[in-house]
Every structure is written in structure tokens, then in C-alpha cells.
């Protein structure tokens, strides 16, 4: 379980340096939605939910919670100064409109040519895509912020994928506790590796081959 | 001039009939019109279809009526929290048509604004495209959707007037607001009911032709889904 946490940590860490200050970003729920707990000092980014506001705050204190005012993973959350609120399909103009500077996402599988499959199994209960599908294909950058391998240490950055997709050729960065990929029109580039994993072991853990950047730069891992 | 305003949700739903489609304001529990929805179930139309974006939960929301076997199908973007809803669906008890988020937003914002549809990059080369028409517009590649329209649209707003015009209170806007313009017969219920004048014209974020009836609801439970919170600076850890 701590181990898990500390990879959550370490996406969430490399996810919020890919932003820029004056972004403005929308965060999935889940690994994601850390993110904004780890931006530089320097970093102020306005975040916007698909349920129709942009400007939000950290949760609210005990005993404050509003019920009209909610993120879309349904939890109670707080105003900032200079936040607004929209209707869903003003929200959607924004997302599809191409006018998010980011959104980071998890996903179940990336492939080395953007792809990114993250709303069903099939056979397995489905809860539906949401407003992903909207995200991925609108966004000017989308960022996948997931673990590098499923559980079983299979990789989850594949050549194809094998579940129903997101989006196609949508995805431009892929974060994990490992490493930071840019997808680019040859394939993947790998920009940054933890200083924790072996060039061996992170090519045993990713499908498809890669280049590595003339740039390449460590990050810790936890 | 005849009035909008009806005594409460008995009356404003006096004509609705089994097999009706309806659309229903919210985003999981967040903005949903609690008094309509539980006039429907104690009313017990049955066979309905129901646009909206979430399954709500096994109480709340659209998930009571899918729970007391009234819903026929769902159009919707996340069936989320809702077990009855997961259950059914599963089983093929309940037909469920998926639609992106932003998809159904803008096929409901076409039907409201007579738009016959439009094209849009979200879902093209996924389940979601299959069997529509794709189209390459300035190279990008777009997929066909049609509009939405319903028989009834539910729509829960926080003050409205006896014109109907609507004022929305913080996240609990969400579908409500595209939603009031896409239907046969669009109802709102509003926290409180005001005379014409009260509200800043400046101010309306749905004017009131869109609106055919309206009531102020007995009450509004509001649940929360997902209560978080933060600790306060200082206190004891």
C-alpha cells in the first residue's frame, strides 16, 4: 500500500512539471488529481471540471461543504478568486474547442502512436466514458499520468491496443513512476528516467521500442 | 397571458405518459430536480427513456426510478455510483446508449437551437463512431452526431420567476441550463419562486420562452456524493 502511494507520488511529481504557469488544465480523477499538490511555487495554473466551472479550490474545510458545488469526480470542492461557472455545454466548447492548455489522464493503455484506451473492459461492468473522450480529442496537450506496468508487471504502454479506445493518436506525453515519454510522429521518446530503474528493465516494461532523447534527464523516484 | 406557474409536481406532470423521453438536469446529484423525480416514482410511469448525464444512485437521482423498474433506456455519458443501475444494465434489463459528455451536451445544445447535427472530432476512431458518418474537415477527422430532443425536460434551477426565466446556483448549472431549451414541454422546479422584476434581467441564465412550467419544490435534500474536506490550519493533527 506505501509503495503504491509512492508511486502515486512520483507521477503526480513529474505530471505537474509538464505544466506551464498560466495554464489552464483539466485533471482526471484518480492519480491525476494529485498533481496540483506538486506544482513549483512558480507554477499557477487555473483548473477547469467538466461539470461546468473554472478557477476551483482544495476541498473545502469540515462543515463548509456546499452541495451546488461540486468537481466532476462528484466531490465537494471551494472557490478561487476569479473562478466562473457555465452550463455543460459551454464547458464542452471550451474542452473541444481546443482552448485547455492541458489535461492530464489515467489510462488503462497508451500505444507508441498516441493511442489511449481508459473507459471499458469489455465484458466487465462499464461506467461509462464521460467527459474523456471529449478531453482527449480536445485538449491542446494531453498528458497520461498512469503506472508504467499493470499489477502483474505487464506492460501497459503497448504497440496497439488491445482494449476499446479513448482516443486515437491524441495522447502527446506519457508519465509514469518510471519515466516520461513524448509521443512523437516516429514513436515514442523517452525524455526522463528515475534514476531507480536499469534502461534494461524499463525496456523489458515497455512494449513498443523507443528512442531516448539527446536531452535525457533523471528524476528521483520515491 | 396564460401562467406558467403550477402548484407543485402532480400538476406540471398531469400528461405524462409511459414511454415518454425525458430529459433530467444534473450531474450526479448535483442539480437534479428531487421533487419531479420523486413525483415520477410515486406516480409510477413506466418504460421511460431518460436522457441525462449520470445513473444518480440507488436513492437518489435518476437511480430511484431505474431501481423501481420504470426506466426502459438510458442516454447518458457515466453510469457511475448507481448498483441497480450497474446490475440491470449488465443483465440487458436496461438499454443504455453511451454518449461522450460533450457529445450529448451538443446534441442536446443542437436540438434546442434547431441545428439537424454536426461534426465533431470526439470519438472518431472509437466504438462510440461506429456506423456514423466521418468526414475530413481541414485534415482532421470528424464524426457525424444527430440532435436530442425530448417530450419533457426536468430542469432544477435556484430562483426563477412566474415568467420562467431561471437563475443557476455555482456547479448545479450543469445540463440543466442546455437542457431547457430541448424539449416539448420543459418544467422547472426553483428553490424560490419570485415575481417578474426580481431577478436581473443581467443576471438570467435561462430566459423564460424556453420555460412551459414552474414550482417552487417542498424541499431540497441535496445529498452529497463524495463529502471532502481539508483540515483547518492549526488544529490538532
Redesign the interface.
Known amino acids: 500500500m506505501a509503495k503504491d502511494m509512492d508511486k502515486r507520488t512520483a507521477i503526480a511529481r513529474q505530471a505537474a512539471l509538464e505544466l506551464k504557469d498560466g495554464d489552464y488544465v483539466n485533471l482526471g480523477i484518480g492519480v491525476p488529481t494529485l498533481v496540483s499538490n506538486y506544482l513549483p511555487p512558480d507554477v499557477i495554473i487555473t483548473l477547469h471540471t467538466e461539470n461546468g466551472m473554472l478557477g476551483y479550490g482544495p476541498y473545502p474545510f469540515e462543515g463548509e461543504e456546499d452541495p451546488d458545488l461540486i468537481n466532476a469526480g462528484k466531490e465537494t470542492i471551494t472557490e478561487l478568486p476569479g473562478c466562473c461557472y457555465f452550463g455543460s455545454h459551454d464547458s464542452f466548447a471550451i474542452v473541444r474547442g481546443g482552448h485547455l492548455d492541458a489535461t492530464i489522464l489515467g489510462a488503462m493503455e497508451v500505444s507508441e502512436t498516441g493511442d489511449i484506451a481508459n473507459w471499458m473492459i469489455p465484458g466487465k461492468k462499464v461506467k461509462g466514458m464521460g467527459g474523456a473522450m471529449d478531453m482527449v480529442a480536445g485538449a491542446k496537450k494531453v498528458i497520461v499520468a498512469m503506472e508504467h506496468a499493470t499489477k502483474d508487471g505487464k506492460p501497459k504502454i503497448l504497440k496497439k491496443c488491445s482494449l476499446p479506445l479513448t482516443g486515437k493518436g491524441v495522447v502527446s506525453v506519457i508519465v509514469t513512476e518510471l519515466a516520461v515519454f513524448d509521443v512523437a510522429s516516429g514513436g515514442l521518446v523517452l525524455r526522463k528516467k528515475a534514476e531507480s530503474v536499469s534502461m534494461d528493465d524499463l525496456k523489458r516494461l515497455t512494449e513498443p521500442a523507443f528512442a531516448v532523447s539527446e536531452r535525457l534527464a533523471a528524476f528521483a523516484a520515491a | 397571458m396564460p401562467g406558467k406557474v403550477v402548484a407543485g409536481p402532480e400538476e406540471a406532470l398531469s400528461d405524462l405518459r409511459d414511454g415518454a423521453v425525458i430529459m433530467v438536469g444534473g450531474?450526479?446529484?448535483?442539480?437534479t430536480p428531487e421533487n419531479l423525480l420523486a413525483a415520477v416514482k410515486a406516480k409510477g410511469t413506466k418504460n421511460l427513456t431518460l436522457v441525462s448525464?449520470n445513473g444518480g444512485t440507488d436513492e437518489h437521482g435518476n437511480g430511484q426510478l431505474i431501481k423501481n423498474g420504470q426506466v426502459k433506456k438510458m442516454i447518458?455519458?457515466?453510469?457511475?455510483?448507481c448498483k441497480a443501475f450497474?446490475e440491470m444494465?449488465?443483465a440487458g434489463t436496461l438499454q443504455?446508449e453511451?454518449n461522450?459528455?460533450?457529445?450529448?451536451?451538443?446534441r442536446?445544445?443542437a436540438g434546442g437551437a434547431g441545428i439537424g447535427g454536426f461534426f465533431?472530432?470526439?470519438?472518431?476512431?472509437?466504438?462510440?463512431a461506429e456506423g456514423k458518418e466521418t468526414r475530413v474537415i481541414d485534415g482532421r477527422n470528424y464524426v457525424f452526431e444527430n440532435p436530442l430532443r425530448a417530450d419533457f425536460a426536468f430542469i432544477k434551477a435556484?430562483r426563477g420567476d412566474r415568467a420562467g426565466n431561471l437563475v443557476?446556483?455555482?456547479?448545479?448549472?450543469?445540463?440543466?441550463?442546455?437542457m431547457a431549451t430541448a424539449a416539448q414541454v420543459v418544467v422547472a422546479e426553483v428553490e424560490k419562486l419570485v415575481e417578474p422584476g426580481e431577478l436581473d434581467p443581467d443576471s438570467v441564465?435561462t430566459p423564460g420562452i424556453f420555460v412551459d412550467r414552474i414550482f417552487q419544490g417542498a424541499q431540497y435534500a441535496?445529498?452529497?456524493?463524495?463529502?471532502?474536506?481539508?483540515?483547518?490550519a492549526g488544529a490538532a493533527a
Open positions: 450531474f450526479g446529484l448535483c442539480g448525464n447518458m455519458s457515466y453510469g457511475g455510483e450497474e444494465a449488465l443504455v453511451w461522450p459528455q460533450g457529445t450529448l451536451a451538443e442536446i445544445r465533431t472530432p470526439t470519438g472518431y476512431g472509437t466504438l462510440v435556484w443557476f446556483r455555482k456547479t448545479s448549472r450543469n445540463f440543466n441550463q442546455v441564465h441535496k445529498p452529497i456524493e463524495k463529502r471532502t474536506v481539508r483540515p483547518r
